[in-house]
């Protein structure tokens, strides 16, 4: 959404057999609300079983549902294939490069509005560097920002700054460029402003005025993190300290806007709020690869009070499966509190859309993949706040519990097999009372 705002128009790009998916719309509908210009590049026409008109057909009925205006709805499609190379106005007609998409951007998408006055730049977006601090990246809105030049520095609360601009930098390619001056409808990096954040304006010295507060989607699903304190602490990780983990969460708030940290009673804990399990996934990855060793809990999602009714996230989930597996797959989606709402051929696939709890999602991906052999492809999105679904059912199966310390060898687990499913493989350090297994 942030982005959106320093952009002229969009490049919508869909594959030709699976269409439009849940994040297209979401997408999608942020770019058409702010008034941007789209074009539908519609990729991989040299897949076999492709479908290019129905795509087109299901664009064209997702911008028509999203309340597109008609010069949005009268938008060019571009046909394509990346891996070969070309693109055309008939997918029917290869080419041998991309000029019929880069004419069309030319031909379609405004030139950036330049819009004479005083100086207007939203901040959108933030970098860092360990020589200068935090960046703060936007869109000049109005007027032009020199280097050396003092502005006001507005937060989102109306509250004002007088600072001064230390350096500026325009993006090429990969990197950043100095430059001196920068004018209306360029995107920008400034240096030398502290105690900014996102949706901030930097404005005029003596008449400044604040543009528009960008809205941020609220978490809708919480995690707590902790120390890790198991019995082979300190053995995969080298930043293991309570300090190196809140110093990081904090570092990390800074510049991811959706996030949210909170200290807990203890010392050692922290409840991370954030967008989702992919969103709060991601960040545990990104951790873990930095060497950061940590414990978190179970994902909860975030239950509000509306209108005196507790209510709850639910996301649209969309799944794509054979036919001969898609009642598996309403089976385990229904278990979950999850509604169907569609079901129409595609393909030689089966497409399904449901309306299911975030917190049904949870774990979801796994069993979908095993009833339907790795065959399923899933997509899901944030849809809004209901009322509350009512209690899932917890786990169904047992567990298989480590009985002492020491290593898994391949004779056990081959004789116990039988028994479950395996967490892990021959050869692994375990400790005693570690889940390995479900039966």
């Not at 507005?154 to 430059?179: A, C, H, N, P, Q």
């Not at 919480?222 to 080298?238: Q, R, V």
């Not at 039988?418 to 297994?437: K, M």
Request: overall charge negative; aromatic content about 8%.
């Amino acid at each position: 959404e942030r982005v959106l705002k320093m952009a002229d128009g969009v490049l919508l790009l869909c594959d030709a057999f699976e269409g439009a998916m849940p994040q297209t719309r979401f997408v999608t509908q942020k770019a058409l609300a702010l008034g941007l210009k789209p074009i539908v590049v519609v990729n991989k026409v040299d897949k076999e079983n492709c479908r290019p008109e129905e795509v087109y057909e299901q664009i064209f009925e997702l911008f028509f549902n999203l309340e597109a205006t008609e010069d949005q709805l009268d938008f060019p499609v571009i046909y394509g294939s990346s891996k070969q190379g070309w693109m055309s106005t008939d997918w029917k007609v290869p080419t041998t490069d991309i000029f019929a998409l880069l004419d069309t951007v030319v031909a379609t998408i405004p030139p950036a509005p330049i819009n004479e006055g005083t100086l207007q730049m939203q901040i959108t977006s933030l970098d860092y560097s360990s020589f200068v601090g935090r960046i703060a990246i936007g869109r000049v809105h109005r007027g032009t920002i020199k280097e050396n030049q003092p502005i006001t520095l507005i937060k989102r609360d109306g509250k004002m700054v007088k600072s001064r601009v230390k350096e500026l930098y325009t993006f090429e390619g990969l990197g950043k460029i100095r430059t001196t001056e920068v004018g209306s409808g360029d995107i920008c990096a400034v240096v030398g402003i502290d105690g900014f954040d996102i949706g901030d304006t930097i404005a005029d010295f003596e008449a400044p005025e604040q543009l528009p507060v960008i809205s941020i989607d609220e978490p809708t699903m919480n995690m707590l993190f902790t120390i890790n304190n198991s019995p082979f602490f300190g053995k995969e990780g080298k930043l293991v300290t309570s300090q190196r983990i809140k110093d990081r969460l904090m570092k990390e708030m800074e510049k991811n806007l959706a996030l949210k940290v909170v200290e807990t009673q203890g010392a050692d804990s922290w409840l991370v709020y954030g967008r989702g399990i992919l969103h709060l996934s991601v960040l545990i990855e990104t951790m873990r690869r930095e060497g950061y060793e940590l414990q978190v809990g179970q994902p909860q999602v975030i239950v509000k009070e509306i209108d005196g009714k507790k209510c709850e996230p639910i996301e649209t989930l969309i799944v794509d499966v054979p036919g001969d597996v898609a009642g598996k797959v309403i089976e385990l989606v229904t278990q979950r509190k999850g509604e169907l709402l569609i079901m129409e051929p595609k393909g030689d696939l089966q497409h399904l859309e449901f309306e299911i709890p975030a917190r049904g999602i949870i774990g979801l991906r796994n069993n979908v993949l095993t009833a339907t052999a790795g065959e399923a492809i899933m997509a899901h999105r944030f849809k809004a706040y209901e009322p509350w679904k009512g209690t899932i059912p917890g786990r169904l199966n047992g567990v298989l519990i480590s009985m002492d310390k020491g290593m898994t060898t391949a004779y056990s687990i081959d004789k116990l097999q039988d028994r479950g499913r395996f967490f892990v493989d021959p050869g692994v350090d375990i400790y005693e009372g570690q889940i390995l297994g479900e039966h």
